[in-house]
């Protein structure tokens, strides 16, 4: 039993190897090569825990941060993190006072809101740097391409802000058959070199996220990788085709294991309802272990009688609909279960293993959604 779980006043938790989370941080740097990197840790770190993480890849060398929101970047900045700070998103309604007090770095994707950052550094007597977001085919933030020059020109005229950053966001980066990166990639350069004819050259220029850098795909002068899922081991699969495959690398470890224990056991006979709506009658005499985990937890109901669990190095199968806060397993075929019994709900035993990739897929959705779902009432453990 790890020495922290059994302070837990309800037995379920998330363990996350910080150990792990440091081999991926060195994979990451490998894979890199002489670019930076950029650790997105939007969204508390994949659900991971965006302080704890931080301060362990900090501490690994990690050149910069990205986050979604100024709430994610100043309890970094609370948390004693130093490096520079990039809101992926923008600023959306917060002061932009913020981006001095905390040195933020925004997104910007548009002259509106570029204009009021350069009345609040012109107010405040300090220089502003922002990075400069084009869409080049993800079709959420980001300057439209045939507003570039129009942008830098209006650009050109103000003053207390400088554009020392230039990105794209890609869409299907790990997806080697389309043409969608390669075209993207293109627009890229084509308005990369618009920066350049007007005399403009961002200290930092990136395209690569997670799957882009696993699959070994190279761009223009990119000096920056921002890299999230491949620091927690997981990343989309990449699809190739002969003679394209993605290059062979040191494989990425999943960091997060989710668990929980029994707390309650019956027998029950055969055509026994078992859950809300009764979803689920036994055919035949069953052993039915209760978990108290369910979807409030991050447990999703779309596992119900279908997902699976891992107890005593076998496969537990879920039955009956999940609930707010309990489920239950069949365990008949499991000898010897008892109240106690460590169930793994994500992560792996010597024999067993459960993936987000693999529940994802189950639920038709990308295991970071898995992750991040994992509630704010289970506590996360950091163990080495």
């Known amino acids: 039993m790890n020495h922290q779980t059994h302070k837990l006043l309800r037995p379920t938790w998330v363990e996350i190897s910080l150990s792990k989370l440091r081999r991926n941080c060195d994979r990451v740097r490998q894979l890199a090569g002489a670019r930076s990197v950029m650790a997105v840790v939007k969204a508390d770190a994949y659900g991971h825990g965006a302080v704890p993480v931080a301060q362990c890849l900090a501490a690994r060398g990690v050149d910069w941060f990205g986050v979604a929101t100024v709430e994610e970047a100043l309890e970094l ?42 009345e609040c550094a012109r107010r405040h007597g300090k220089l502003i740097e922002f990075h400069l977001k084009v869409d080049t085919g993800m079709g959420r933030l980001g300057l439209p391409r045939d507003r570039v020059v129009s942008f830098l020109e209006h650009y050109r005229r ?9 990105f794209t ?8 058959v389309a043409s969608q990166t390669e075209e993207q990639s293109e627009r890229f350069r084509e308005a ?34 921002r890299v999230g899922a491949l620091f927690f081991g997981y990343c989309l699969p990449i699809v190739a085709v002969p003679g394209r495959e993605a290059p062979q690398v040191e494989p990425f470890e999943p960091v997060l294991v989710f668990k929980s224990r029994v707390v309650y056991l019956k027998d029950v006979p055969t055509g026994t309802p078992l859950g809300y709506g009764a979803a689920f009658h036994t055919r035949r005499s069953s052993r039915i272990a209760t978990v108290p985990v369910g979807y409030a937890d991050g447990l999703s109901r779309g596992l119900s009688n279908r997902g699976r669990t891992i107890v005593r190095d076998r496969y537990a199968r879920i039955v009956g609909n999940i609930s707010m806060d309990l489920t239950l397993l069949d365990v008949t075929d499991i000898p010897g279960v008892d109240v106690g019994d460590e169930v793994i709900l994500l992560g792996a035993s010597p024999h067993c293993s459960i993936t987000a990739l693999e529940i994802a897929q189950e639920l038709g959705t990308v295991p970071y959604e898995i992750l991040c779902s994992i509630g704010k009432r289970v506590p996360r453990i950091y163990v080495d």
Do not use: C, K
């Not at 004693?80 to 002061?95: E, F, K, N, R, T």
């Not at 997670?210 to 070994?216: E, M």
């Open 77 to 118: 900045r609370e948390a004693g993190i130093a490096q520079p700070i990039l809101l992926l998103g923008g600023l959306y309604m917060s002061d932009p006072a913020h981006l001095i007090e905390y040195r933020l770095a925004p997104t910007v994707s548009s002259t509106a809101r570029l204009d009021t950052y350069a």
């Open 158 to 166: 103000l003053e207390g802000v400088r554009l020392s950053g230039f």
């Open 169 to 176: 966001h890609l869409a299907s980066a790990e997806d080697l």
């Open 192 to 225: 990369l070199a618009q920066l350049r004819a007007s005399d403009i050259a961002p200290q930092w220029i990136h395209v690569s996220n997670s799957a882009a850098l696993y699959a070994g795909l190279n761009f223009l002068d990119e000096n920056l990788v």
